[in-house]
């Protein structure tokens, strides 16, 4: 192990001269929380109302309030083709939400202090400001800082236009491209990309990417990353018997989840009904959970709703009020108050927090 990688472990784990030790993260994680407080949500992906309508049927602010959330993601399209293309179309979507917070409906959070443990039940609603598609950075580094400026903390690296477009020169996606030895996986630019994020304290989503694509984040993010919105295929199901016609949607093997886990990151499921992963109802969604708790244990997964579900969902699922049903799934099917915790919304700050604190060390000793 190079000194590089050395470091790098370092201030994943946050063992980096005490420097992130002094983090409240593992007293937050095993707090014991009194029975009457709110368990913690964030919800790692999602749209903001009234965008990709086939997915945000009902999704509106009073729903997101309802559903006492403590924090969401809201994430513009960074790889729409159409107009003036995808930096132009991304800059769009901030300004729309950049709108919403000058119209009092939301707050952009720019730190992991910004997000409240407990839910309030008026006032703007905190969300997390996402690009989903690298395309929108083109092959402009200095993009990224001018996202991170307008208050963009999470990009999804790829969705869906690399090799259409050829806007996106970061690396491949897991539609297009299984894992094998004649995919190319990250680029070098997308390297400097994932470079530069853990300077700036952006989080690296690799949902969508494929299984090289994010072996090769895995292995040079100086930062934990995330999968914001999946499902895990079955342990027993590898790249070598998932079978010719490839994987659907967006499932992961365990062998990816275990390069997520390895940085500090965290994998988040959805309500998307996936018969092929096992996932056709609410108690099915659980135990999935509890399969990803026995191998990782619950520090590593997290919940990403794709704005309430994406099509079709669980049965069960009849919006973003269902994350209290999926909460009391978690509950009946035996898991405690702080693995539930865990999964709603704690794991998600645990890793922005640990991003946050990466970003700081790296520039106090010039890394």
Same mark, same amino acid.
């Given at each position: 192990?190079?000194?590089?990688?050395?470091?790098?472990?370092?201030? *994943?784990?946050?063992?980096?001269?005490?420097?992130? !030790?002094?983090?409240?993260?593992?007293?937050?994680?095993?707090?014991?929380?009194?029975?009457?407080?709110?368990?913690?949500?964030?919800?790692?992906?999602?749209?903001?109302?009234?965008?990709?309508?086939?997915?945000?049927? +009902?999704?509106?602010?009073?729903?997101?309030?309802?559903? !006492?959330?403590?924090?969401?993601?809201?994430?513009?399209?960074?790889?729409?083709?159409?107009?003036?293309?995808?930096?132009?179309?991304?800059?769009?979507?901030?300004?729309?939400?950049?709108? &919403?917070?000058?119209?009092?409906?939301?707050?952009?959070?720019? *730190?992991?202090? /910004?997000?409240?443990?407990?839910?309030? %039940?008026?006032?703007?609603?905190?969300?997390?400001?996402?690009?989903?598609?690298?395309? %929108?950075?083109?092959?402009?580094?200095?993009?990224? /800082?001018?996202?991170?400026?307008?208050?963009? $903390?999470?990009?999804?690296?790829?969705?869906?236009?690399?090799?259409?477009?050829?806007?996106?020169? =970061?690396?491949?996606?897991?539609?297009?491209?299984?894992?094998?030895?004649?995919?190319?996986?990250?680029?070098?630019?997308?390297?400097?990309?994932?470079?530069?994020? !853990?300077?700036? +304290?952006?989080?690296?989503?690799?949902?969508?990417?494929?299984?090289?694509?994010? &072996?090769?984040?895995?292995?040079?993010?100086?930062?934990?990353?995330? /999968?914001?919105?999946?499902?895990?295929?079955?342990?027993?199901?590898?790249?070598?018997?998932?079978?010719?016609?490839?994987?659907?949607? $967006?499932? $992961?093997?365990?062998?990816?989840?275990?390069?997520?886990?390895?940085?500090?990151?965290?994998?988040?499921?959805?309500?998307?009904?996936?018969?092929?992963?096992?996932?056709?109802?609410?108690?099915?969604?659980?135990?999935?959970?509890?399969?990803?708790?026995?191998? &990782?244990?619950?520090?590593?997964?997290?919940?990403?709703?794709?704005?309430?579900?994406?099509?079709?969902? =669980?049965?069960?699922?009849?919006?973003? +009020?269902?994350?209290?049903?999926?909460?009391? %799934?978690? *509950?009946?099917?035996?898991?405690?108050?702080?693995?539930?915790?865990?999964?709603? +919304?704690? !794991?998600?700050?645990?890793? &922005?927090? *640990?991003?946050? %604190?990466?970003?700081?060390?790296?520039?106090?000793?010039?890394?």
């Amino acid at each position: 192990m190079n000194r590089r990688e050395f470091f790098a472990k370092l201030m *994943r784990y946050g063992l980096s001269a005490g420097a992130l !030790n002094a983090l409240p993260v593992e007293r937050l994680f095993a707090q014991e929380f009194l029975p009457q407080l709110t368990i913690p949500i964030i919800d790692a992906h999602a749209h903001y109302p009234g965008d990709l309508s086939t997915v945000s049927e +009902g999704y509106t602010f009073d729903a997101i309030h309802n559903a !006492n959330i403590s924090a969401t993601s809201f994430a513009v399209l960074g790889d729409r083709t159409s107009g003036d293309g995808p930096y132009a179309n991304a800059l769009a979507g901030i300004k729309i939400v950049t709108g &919403f917070e000058s119209d009092g409906l939301v707050k952009i959070v720019r *730190r992991p202090s /910004d997000i409240p443990l407990q839910p309030s %039940a008026k006032g703007p609603i905190p969300i997390i400001l996402a690009i989903e598609g690298g395309d %929108a950075i083109g092959t402009e580094l200095k993009r990224l /800082d001018k996202f991170y400026k307008m208050g963009v $903390r999470m990009i999804t690296l790829v969705h869906g236009t690399y090799s259409v477009s050829g806007d996106n020169q =970061i690396g491949n996606d897991m539609r297009r491209h299984s894992s094998n030895v004649d995919e190319p996986g990250l680029s070098d630019f997308g390297q400097k990309v994932v470079e530069r994020m !853990n300077r700036l +304290g952006m989080i690296v989503d690799v949902a969508h990417a494929s299984a090289q694509t994010l &072996f090769d984040v895995a292995s040079c993010t100086r930062a934990p990353i995330i /999968d914001s919105h999946t499902s895990m295929l079955p342990p027993t199901v590898t790249e070598r018997t998932v079978g010719s016609e490839g994987r659907a949607g $967006r499932q $992961r093997l365990y062998s990816e989840a275990e390069a997520i886990v390895e940085t500090g990151g965290v994998v988040c499921t959805y309500p998307l009904n996936d018969p092929s992963c096992g996932r056709v109802s609410l108690d099915a969604w659980v135990a999935e959970i509890e399969e990803f708790k026995s191998h &990782f244990g619950m520090r590593h997964i997290g919940l990403g709703t794709d704005s309430g579900g994406g099509v079709p969902r =669980i049965p069960e699922w009849t919006g973003i +009020g269902s994350v209290k049903d999926i909460e009391a %799934a978690m *509950r009946s099917g035996g898991l405690g108050a702080l693995e539930i915790s865990a999964f709603m +919304g704690l !794991n998600f700050l645990r890793v &922005f927090t *640990r991003v946050h %604190a990466v970003a700081q060390t790296l520039i106090y000793f010039k890394a």
